[in-house]
């Protein structure tokens, strides 16, 4: 793997997702970004997962792509390495034994990184059905509905509410 991408780019990506990452965790995997790079007809684009388990964000962002390929880089100190660099073109490869270099400038460093296939699999939504419901509709539902939501932690099942919907065409 082997790319290019704008700091501003990537930062507002990372900035985006970095939130989901677990800081402190039993499972070391959980704690990195999971990036996925691809080459397209249209150009290259760079694909970022980040997930706890429970919740999982995945964007994407633009890029000049020299090889395509997944690793896992070690989520925090990316984005706090790339928050310190300079506006400008980063590349990011993939080395051996997951080591990922990021250059930039003048700035070049070194991240370790765990294997792509120990990475849970995050799984994708349908985006063939959408549903459009005016937002004071919308509003109207979710406050005859939420008395019944629990605030109970330990029990997943009744921390949420199901929202069926059915076509009339």
């Known amino acids: 793997m082997e790319i ?3 700091r501003q780019d990537l930062l507002k990506e990372l900035t985006a997702i970095q939130s989901v990452v677990e800081r402190k965790t039993t499972i070391p995997i959980l704690s990195n ?18 997930t706890d388990l429970d919740q999982a964000i995945r ?24 928050k310190l660099l300079p506006d400008g073109e980063i590349s990011i490869k993939l080395l051996d034994n997951h080591w990922v270099q990021i250059r930039s400038g003048r700035s ?3 991240m370790v990184g765990l294997g792509r296939a120990n990475y849970p699999q995050v799984p994708e939504l349908p985006t063939t059905a959408s549903v459009k419901i005016p937002a004071a509709v919308l509003k ?24 069926l919907t059915k076509s009339t065409t």
């Open 140 to 163: 109207t539902l979710i406050s005859r509905t939420i008395f019944s939501i629990s605030n109970e932690e330990s029990r997943y099942t009744l921390n949420g509410a199901l929202s």
């Open 33 to 50: 970004f999971l990036v996925e790079v691809t080459d397209g007809a249209e150009g290259g684009q760079i694909n970022i997962t980040a």
């Open 4 to 6: 290019t991408v704008t």
């Open 108 to 110: 070049n460093t070194k």
């Open 59 to 82: 964007t994407s962002a633009k890029a000049k792509v020299k090889k395509a390929g997944a690793c896992t880089i070690p989520a925090r100190k990316l984005y706090d390495y790339v």
